[in-house]
């Protein structure tokens, strides 16, 4: 009677384990073997161009790394590109969110044209404001000339600060809609006797707003911002379409370097030891959001 509980016992232990085995076996195959596939290409020197000449170089790419002009000028447009694009993003989202929470008709179809941005692949935004920046027939420039604002087409991307600026507009336009859809979902819960009660206490809209909304979405907008942070910071889509990291390496962020080590100039090993850098950049930066989040108690423990 003894083995027979026993038998069932490790058989209800063993079970939990048998059933989350296939997704362990995918996540496995997915991820992480991927992750430590390139921590092995990052310390050989190994190009799919001559893979026959693959040797063991150990840390030489991380040290190469430390040298590189070009990589710490990508780390600085990256952390540059992702806080300017990820601002005016949550500014412009947060301000739908708030124009569609007072809505009365068709709300449905308001949500819906402001959530198409999020769902245009990056290269097709990329084709969409090369059109609209054009310098010959752009809608941007001839926008510019009707309003007296400029006398002849502007090349947008042709010097590094309007490259730039073609860059910021693109990411920014499509990552809206993340914004006003997930303050929107928060605000729904907000509880309109809030309102009310402070605007018989006298309270005017920017106290309303300052005082109240922002403190009851301020856990909405950490963890809202810290997820667009980082996949901002991996964007390589939109930027790789529109520029290529170009003119002169003003807009090539660290996503589109390794892309261009990687795959335009086959160096995997090189490319691997670029990607080994963003990893780790990454988990530092979620850590200390995640820190953040606990000792201002917005994340439980």
Partial sequence: MSNVRTNKEKRERIEPYLLILPAFIVIGTLILYPILRTFYLSM??????????TEYVGLLNYSNLMKDRTFVKSLRNT??????????????GLALALLMRNMRHFKGFYRATVFAPWAVSGVLTAIIWTLMFNGSFGVVNDLLLRLGFIDTGIPWKSTPLTAYVVVIVSAVWRGIPYFAISMLAALSSFPEELFESAKIDGAGSIKIFFKILLPFLKETIILTTLLRLIWTFCDVDLIYSLTAGGPNNSTLTLPVYITKTAVDYMNFGYGGALTVGLFIILLVF????????????????
């Fill in 79 to 92: 952390f540059t590109y992702s806080v300017i694009t990820v601002f005016f993003q949550f500014i412009f």
């Fill in 286 to 301: 979620s850590a200390l959001y995640m820190q953040l989040g606990k000792s201002s108690g917005d994340f439980s423990a």
């Fill in 44 to 53: 050989m020197e190994y190009s799919i161009m001559r893979p026959d000449k």
